[in-house]
């Protein structure tokens, strides 16, 4: 009988396995808002991290998190480092790209609770009186990230908190123009 039951096991495991392992390897997550702001108002927001608490969906989690600002105030090669609780981590990212009013390009580096890299656009495009913001991530999943992806949605679960920050990033930008204030 245990003989039985180990076997079953057994198989359950590698069947667990193998549909882990076909997983798709990649992951991609897109989200896209208007604001009524010009590009290098919304841009000057994103560039620099100093700017990320009044907007960032994950600057709440964690009010208590240890945050940390590396190398020039914005721009290429500026770094935001953090340590926090269980729903923010540990990790940093770093600015690898900006081009101003264009693209900013971020390498994500996560420490935990899993270690992954990732990389993350911002796109702005100017149409009209506004402005198109695309905020995307994309990388790879290893073994374990595949296994969670099959019982979490990570295009949901990251994609929300994209549209929570878009339309954070929205008020912010909206506000600072309607109030005539210059922007950072």
């Known amino acids: 009988m245990f003989k039985k039951i180990l076997v079953v096991l057994l198989i359950a495991v590698a069947v667990f396995a193998g549909v882990v392992a076909l997983q798709p390897a990649n992951f991609r997550i897109e989200r896209s808002a208007t604001m009524a702001a010009p590009a290098p108002d919304v841009f000057a927001q994103v560039n620099d991290f100093h700017n990320w608490e009044a907007w960032s969906p994950w600057a709440k989690l964690d009010p208590n998190a240890k945050n940390s600002f590396d190398g020039p105030a914005a721009g290429k090669d500026a770094k935001f480092s953090w340590a926090g609780n269980s729903e923010v981590g540990v990790g940093s990212m770093t600015i690898v790209e900006s081009r101003p009013s264009d693209l900013i390009r971020l390498k994500i580096d996560f420490e935990k609770p899993h270690q992954n890299t990732s990389m993350t656009d911002f796109t702005f495009k100017p149409n009209e009186n506004q402005t198109v913001v695309t905020w995307s991530m994309s990388g790879e999943k290893d073994f374990v990230s595949k296994a969670i992806c099959l019982f979490m949605n ?15 990033l929205k008020k912010v930008v909206e506000t600072k123009k309607d109030a005539g204030s210059p922007s950072k």
């Open 154 to 168: 990570m295009d949901k679960m990251v994609g929300d908190k994209f549209e929570e920050g878009l339309a954070n």
